[in-house]
């Protein structure tokens, strides 16, 4: 991975904010005010955008962020900016906006939280502290005679 792109990438995204990147998966990771903004993968630069933003990257002819997991192509909300970007902070600038104000919205989006499945136990089977288990309800099938 070219330090020398990562350096330019960090030059053209300062007008949004405090910059640092960190290595990751063989690339970058660039963060803006702590809001995860950009990747650094396979020498591009890639901008990250949702469903607000991902209409302007797609008319803009912006290339998704794509790789190769268990045989098959997977893809992440990730888009390059358009090549003119590339040449200067202030053609980057309404990309790199769009990529933090992305970054921002899914800070405030509420995670969706799954239940853990290992837990789980049916209340018939739960004993009440210093007691026998409670008797199992019957259904109504079995009340009817």
Do not use: N
């Not at 469903?51 to 998704?64: M, N, V, Y």
């Amino acid at each position: 991975m070219s330090k020398e792109l990562l350096d330019h990438a960090l030059e053209l995204l300062a007008p949004v904010g405090a910059l640092r990147s960190r290595r990751m998966f063989g690339g970058f990771g660039i963060y803006a005010d702590d809001l995860f903004i950009a990747i650094i993968a396979f020498d591009q630069l890639f901008l990250k955008a949702d469903d607000l933003t991902l209409p302007r990257f797609e008319a803009a002819g912006c290339r998704r962020f794509e790789y190769e997991r268990e045989g098959k192509m997977a893809g992440l909300r990730y888009f390059s900016p358009p090549e003119d970007a590339m040449e200067s902070p202030a053609l980057m600038r309404p990309w790199a906006q769009l990529a933090l104000e992305a970054a921002l919205r899914a800070r405030l989006k509420p995670a969706s939280r799954k239940a853990p499945t290992s837990a789980k136990v049916k209340p018939a089977q739960a004993k009440p502290k210093g007691g026998t288990a409670a008797p199992a309800k019957t259904s109504t099938a079995s009340r009817k005679r």
